[in-house]
């Protein structure tokens, strides 16, 4: 079973930057798709980005276009989430997850990943 560890939230104020990372132990991450997703206070968990097993297929939700970037470190098994121009509507805890199935292009749903992190708490003052 893969364990997946968030790291890299925190406290920042509207219009910075945060990086957050993604890295896994006990199956190597380097072979399957890995999507970040969030959830704020009292709203359902929401897609942010993913990416494919190869980084070849990216996608974003249209709240994140221009200021999220996925990107993958195949060699350090890590996936990285850049977040630029914070906005106060990016408050909550950001996870990462693992998706077993072997697609071409990356996977926006939340029922098609199989093991997901505890979470990193991001959260932008104005």
């Known amino acids: 079973q893969v364990q997946l560890v968030e790291s890299g939230g925190g406290l920042v104020q509207t219009g910075g930057s945060l990086r957050l990372s993604c890295a896994a132990s006990?199956?190597?991450?380097?072979?399957?798709?890995v999507g970040w997703f969030r959830q704020a206070p009292g709203k359902e968990r929401e897609f942010v980005a993913c990416?494919?097993?190869?980084?070849?297929?990216?996608e974003y939700a249209d709240s994140g276009k221009g200021r999220f970037t996925i990107s993958r470190d195949n060699a350090k098994t890590t996936v990285y989430l850049q977040i630029d121009s914070l906005k106060s509507e990016d408050t909550a805890i950001y996870y990462c997850?693992?998706?077993?199935?072997?697609?071409?292009?990356?996977?926006?749903?939340?029922?098609?990943?199989?093991?997901w992190g505890q979470g990193t708490q991001v959260t932008v003052s104005s």
């Open positions: 997850a693992l998706s077993r199935l072997y697609t071409s292009t990356c996977l926006r749903a939340l029922g098609e990943y199989d093991d």
């Open positions: 006990g199956r190597p991450l380097n072979v399957y798709g």
């Open positions: 990416i494919n097993w190869n980084g070849a297929s990216t």
